[in-house]
């Protein structure tokens, strides 16, 4: 089942390090969209599914092999996209994903070092057909990202896996992330996400106010 005009909805992705305001701005481009009468779907990763949600905390939690971690992933990749992705697309709602595979190529292939060809692999196998129509890369450097991190995390010290690396694993996860921007930047839009948020949001709104995948 398609939208009245009979298309598959859009794919949209947020991604960027902990900090760079994925979270701050997903509400600005589902507002626009829904301004536009589009039938919208929120979800992010890891997570997106019950099955998914309890991957997370695992992978948040546990301590791993990068290869474990990795399969982790893409095991609550899998069943995201058969429960929630695929099917909202087909039905013609437009899909905002907190983090997709983009991340798994950053933080597992960039920040924990695993062969960018197994993230690949599996990038193949997991969904060969379906790319996101966008990615929005919010980018900033570390120590910012880890400032407002700390600012927003004052009331719950506690620090998952990732948020306990130093600033070196962030430098190599945003390294992946722009190199990827630079591979193919049809698909991913890097914003400057150092900016203050009014400035960044200004320029998300035009940018989605414009765009036509
Ligand atoms: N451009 C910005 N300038 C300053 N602070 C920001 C900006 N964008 C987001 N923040 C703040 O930084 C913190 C982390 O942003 P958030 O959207 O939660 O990031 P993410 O979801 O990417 O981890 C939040 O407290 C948010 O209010
Ligand atoms: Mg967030």
């Given at each position: 089942m398609n939208d009245a005009t009979g298309q598959r909805g859009r794919f949209i992705t947020f991604e960027g390090i902990?900090?760079?305001g994925k979270s701050t701005h997903i509400d600005a481009v589902a507002e626009v969209l829904g301004a536009r009468g589009v039938a919208l779907a929120l979800t992010r990763e890891p997570g997106g599914t019950p099955f998914g949600e309890a991957l997370r905390e695992v992978v948040l939690s546990q301590a791993m092999t990068p290869e474990a971690e990795t399969l982790l992933l893409f095991a609550a990749r899998a069943e995201h996209l058969a429960q929630v992705i695929r099917p909202a697309l087909a039905a013609g709602r437009w899909v905002l994903c907190d983090r997709f595979t983009d991340a798994t190529f950053a933080y597992?292939?960039?920040?924990?070092?695993?062969?960018e060809q197994r993230v690949a692999q599996l990038e193949a196998w997991v969904h060969p057909d379906l790319q996101p129509d966008l990615t929005i890369l919010f980018d900033v450097a570390p120590d910012v990202a880890a400032k407002r991190v700390a600012h927003r995390g004052e009331n719950s010290p506690d620090l998952d896996r990732f948020e306990v690396e130093p600033a070196a694993f962030f430098e190599a996860v945003r390294a992946m992330y722009l190199k990827r921007a630079a591979a193919d930047p049809a698909r991913i839009l890097v914003i400057?996400?150092?900016?203050?948020p009014e400035v960044v949001h200004g320029q998300l709104v035009e940018f989605m106010r414009r765009w036509n995948a």
């Open positions: 902990d900090g760079a597992q292939a960039g920040g924990r070092r695993m062969d400057d996400s150092q900016r203050a």
